[in-house]
């Protein structure tokens, strides 16, 4: 199994960025997908996460309204749209994958433990 995350850079205040994260060796819709950030100096942080089918997802309260995570299941790709980026958002931005959970709930899919596989992260800078 391998995710692959891409599309991090530096960006200044305000302004978006797509991450994406492409998956292989798995099959991809049996899987729910999370992001999860880690800024230097601080713990790993949930970001987002989203269904097997993307009919629901969910999002850390910082984000809410700023990021979309979505999911293209025939091309094994989850997404990240990250708008009105703030200084704070600066991290490394990481994809998950949990084959666990029964169930999508909000509680559990925040949980790092119930990740199975980690891509390698993709730097997020955002300048003031």
């Known amino acids: 199994v391998q995710l692959q995350a891409s599309g991090g850079g530096l960006v200044q205040a305000g302004g978006s960025l797509r991450l994406s994260c492409k998956t292989s060796?798995?099959?991809?819709?049996?899987?729910?997908m999370g992001w999860f950030r880690q800024a230097p100096g601080k713990e790993r942080e949930f970001v987002a996460a989203i269904s097997w089918s993307g009919g629901s997802t969910g999002y850390a309260d910082s984000v809410k309204g700023r990021f979309t995570i979505s999911r293209d299941n025939a091309n094994d790709t989850v997404y990240l749209q990250m708008n009105s980026l703030k200084p704070e958002d600066t991290a490394v931005y990481y994809c998950?994958?949990?084959?666990?959970?029964?169930?999508?709930?909000?509680?559990?899919?925040?949980?790092?433990?119930?990740?199975?596989?980690w891509g390698q992260g993709t730097q997020v800078t955002v300048s003031s």
């Open positions: 998950a994958a949990d084959r666990k959970s029964p169930s999508f709930l909000s509680h559990t899919t925040k949980l790092m433990d119930n990740y199975d596989y």
């Open positions: 060796g798995m099959i991809f819709s049996n899987y729910i």
